[in-house]
């Protein structure tokens, strides 16, 4: 069974740097696109990136909004991705969810085991 724990969430002032670590049982990432996306409130959920999300090795994809401020990357060893949210902003408040998929895909609806999510704030 795939489960995926999602933390590193908190409160952070607008410029600020946040990581997020999902950890993953039950999978081999090699194997597996992993997604980071999140949903604030009244909105739908929304990619934020995702690595192994093509059948271009090493590829990874972000969403326009968090290009040159976010980078996804993975350490095998440990079965984590994280999330380096950098010179964040106040509408990057949301929940963060980590999610798997085993067709390379940035597509919210073709990823099937959801950890439980991370809430991120930002203050201006």
């Known amino acids: 069974e795939v489960q995926l724990q999602a933390s590193g969430g908190g409160l952070v002032q607008a410029g600020g740097s946040l990581r997020l670590s999902c950890v993953a049982s039950?999978?081999?990432?090699?194997?597996?696109?992993i997604g980071w996306f999140r949903q604030a409130p009244g909105q739908a959920r929304e990619e934020v990136a995702c690595?192994?999300?093509?059948?271009?090795?090493?590829?990874?994809h972000y969403a326009d909004s968090v290009k040159g401020r976010f980078t996804i990357s993975r350490e095998n060893a440990k079965k984590t991705v994280y999330l380096e949210m950098n010179r964040v902003k106040p509408e990057d408040t949301a929940v963060y969810y980590c999610a798997s998929s085993r067709i390379p895909t940035s597509l919210p609806n073709d990823y099937d085991s959801w950890g439980q999510g991370t809430q991120v704030t930002v203050s201006s």
């Open positions: 039950g999978l081999n990432l090699d194997d597996y696109a």
């Open positions: 690595i192994r999300c093509s059948t271009e090795p090493g590829y990874t």
